[in-house]
């Protein structure tokens, strides 16, 4: 079944990677970009197409466009996603793809058979096992259509769910605004619009555990990408020494445990139509000891980390303390440490520049001494220059960037690695020592 998921555009590979992993797919997976795009997704019909589970398996293609990722998938599958996964926002079997200028130019393109919206009638034989004789049961299936809007357009997303749902109204449908059958969902970024039934209901970049927030806070969505991108696994040591509200080390922690960060909220769009195991996923759920760790020099933001991590069912997994920056190399053994992530302060208008910049530098002075020799560093931020000097400095260099978009902001990732030093430089710094 032609499926797709919502993403934060930049991080569609992390979705790719994820969906791989949580269905157990091939990882040498062929990715086609937006100029590439499949054609099964856009033919004459533009409506959804079945392709056999030996195709997929054979093939097993992800296309990518901006902030969306296309690929095969069963409804208990997309139960899985949704379920289980991190990086997504939504996930949606799919119905149409259409470019277009004009809300009326999107009702008119639309060519979806909402047959499967109407009324059934159970047979005889159902009946009777039911005990009811004599009678007809009629099973009423219900829609709602959600939408949402990336870009600048002269329509709101209320007038988007107004004008698609009674389109669809008038195929015989039946609306209903509170638990529907279905969840039509239309995501319209710039001129192209996407529709598909949602297997979600809200977005599930929102993460029930933050209570206990802080002004740097990132999405968990984003929080998971950044720990994915920096190759973090269950073995691996983990460091984020700005935590915060301890966003970052509590998406590594759930990613780790193999725990959904939605195990103590299973309400889902798509138990309306279908029922699922949820069991058979928690059951996966790992008690193992990670070396999971959060520092930040507020102590009022580590007790928010600590809270929030309980919330999260991930506390014993993470080990937060009060720690300045500088002193992280004794906290922490030489060369212990596999992968630093975080989201350090930035450089803005009100802040203090020199404490910051030397906060900058603090941070690769210690990893200088507590990261392994192939130990990662990345960062993410709104001033990807001013880590320039301090990263040489300490002999780092950058080996993967890359831009992500949130909102109307742009920030940067920058993934780091150590710098292999040549004899010469070696004899050089044993001289000036």
């Not at 357009?153 to 039946?174: L, M, N």
Request: hydrophobic share 35%; proline share 3%; with cysteine.
């Amino acid at each position: 079944m032609k499926s797709f998921c919502i993403t934060t555009p930049g991080l569609e590979d992390v979705s790719v990677k994820e969906i791989e992993e949580l269905l157990n797919l091939k990882t040498n997976s062929k990715i086609k970009l937006k100029e590439e795009r499949n054609k099964d997704i856009d033919k004459k019909s533009k409506t959804q197409k079945n392709i056999s589970k030996k195709e997929i398996q054979k093939e097993n293609t992800f296309t990518i466009e901006k902030g969306i990722v296309f690929f095969d998938a069963s409804p208990l599958e997309l139960c899985t996603l949704t379920y289980g996964g991190q990086s997504f926002l939504r996930v949606l079997s799919f119905l149409q793809r259409i470019e277009f200028t004009s809300l009326p130019e999107l009702v008119q393109k639309i060519e979806i058979d909402f047959s499967f919206l109407k009324e059934k009638t159970e047979n005889k034989e159902e009946i009777d096992n039911k005990e009811k004789k004599g009678s007809v049961e009629r099973i009423e299936k219900t829609f709602v259509v959600r939408a949402e809007r990336i870009g600048i357009h002269p329509f709101s997303s209320q007038d988007i769910e107004k004008t698609v749902g009674e389109y669809i109204a008038k195929t015989g449908a039946k609306v209903l605004l509170e638990k529907p059958t279905y969840t039509i969902f239309v995501h319209v970024n710039d001129t192209v619009a996407y529709i598909g039934i949602d297997y979600c209901g809200i977005d599930i970049s929102k993460r029930e555990y933050k209570v206990f927030p802080h002004i740097m806070s990132l999405k968990g969505t984003i929080a998971y990408s950044l720990v994915s991108l920096a190759d973090f696994s269950r073995k691996k040591t983990f460091l984020d020494p700005f935590c915060g509200s301890g966003t970052i080390v509590i998406e590594a922690a759930l990613f780790a445990k193999q725990l959904s960060p939605r195990f103590y909220k299973k309400e889902f769009a798509f138990l309306q139509f279908m029922d699922f195991d949820f069991e058979k996923i928690d059951k996966k759920m790992r008690d193992e000891s990670f070396s999971i760790f959060g520092t930040d020099y507020s102590a009022p933001s580590v007790k928010a980390a600590e809270k929030n991590a309980k919330i999260a069912g991930v506390h014993t997994a993470i080990k937060c303390s009060r720690t300045e920056v500088e002193w992280v190399d004794t906290k922490f053994d030489k060369n212990s440490i596999d992968c630093i992530v975080t989201n350090p302060p930035a450089l803005t208008k009100l802040a203090d520049k020199k404490a910051v910049e030397k906060a900058y530098r603090d941070l690769f002075y210690g990893a200088n001494f507590s990261l392994k020799k192939n130990g990662t560093i990345l960062i993410l931020t709104r001033n990807p220059d001013a880590f320039t000097a301090c990263s040489k400095e300490f002999n780092f260099i950058i080996t993967h960037t890359r831009t992500i978009q949130i909102g109307s902001e742009e920030l940067t990732i920058l993934l780091f690695h150590r710098q292999e030093q040549s004899s010469d430089d070696k004899k050089k710094k044993v001289i000036e020592t």
